[in-house]
């Protein structure tokens, strides 16, 4: 009797297994130390056929790179309803990407920690990816603003709807502060198994949106006299 064929497995899903592991070989090991023949042994393949494939370590972490830097983005776009107000944009983003992040913390060790400081290409992907972010958080902010949406709170006490008419270079310092805030907070998340990502979010959003809603109310904080 002859020996019986195993169906071959296609190759973007054999693409994906390699993906997975190398993800998470580089975030637990960090990208120098992890090696080819671990991330092989890993995904369940022979060394030959992740070169084949994948061509190089280099190209292998830059895949790794691209791939998870579009699932970061498209899950905290998904996680954003336009039509909801400015607030409620901001938090659904924010739990969407703490969730995210908090689900794939070896991928947030590599886009955060491992591509930032192995080199200036990998360095490259990672402030595409963060550009597209700050842009989303930029617009969410400017139409906050073109709104003026008083807080909540502000609200219950009679607070009144006024336009700050906030420049846009300040809009656009607010987003990179966000976004700043959001990685150092998901960072700090994942080393702590008591912090959820609701919790996380929730932290974030006391911290910026208190300050956002009274400055789209018109009551901006300003330094003492000197």
């Excluded at 580089?26 to 990208?31: A, E």
């Excluded at 060790?109 to 700050?134: C, D, K, N, P, W």
């Excluded at 996380?200 to 009274?214: E, I, V, Y």
Aim: charged share 20%; glycine share 8%; with cysteine.
């Amino acid at each position: 009797m002859g020996a019986v064929k195993t169906k071959r497995m296609p190759r973007a899903v054999r693409e994906q297994q390699m993906l997975d592991a190398a993800v998470e070989t580089f975030g637990r090991r960090g990208y120098m130390a992890a090696s080819m023949d671990e991330i092989a042994e890993l995904a369940g393949v022979s060394k030959p056929l992740v070169y084949l494939y994948l061509n190089s370590k280099e190209d292998l972490f830059t895949a790794c790179i691209r791939r998870e830097a579009a699932s970061l983005v498209e899950a905290v776009r998904n996680g954003v309803r336009t039509d909801l107000p400015a607030d409620r944009q901001l938090w659904d983003g924010l739990r969407a990407f703490f969730a995210h992040t908090g689900r794939h913390p070896h991928a947030w060790t590599l886009l955060y920690l491992q591509a930032r400081t192995h080199g200036e290409s990998f360095a490259g992907e990672v402030a595409a990816m963060r550009e597209e972010i700050v842009a989303f958080v930029t617009q969410l902010i400017a139409v906050a603003a073109r709104e003026a949406l008083p807080h909540p709170r502000l609200r219950s006490c009679g607070g009144t709807t006024t336009d700050p008419d906030l420049p846009e270079r300040e809009v656009a310092g607010l987003a990179e502060a966000l976004v700043g805030a959001a990685e150092s907070l998901a960072a700090w998340a994942n080393t702590d198994d008591a912090v959820s990502s609701h919790q996380a979010a929730a932290t974030l959003m006391n911290f910026a949106w208190a300050g956002l809603g009274n400055l789209m109310n018109g009551h901006p904080w300003s330094p003492p006299a000197a």
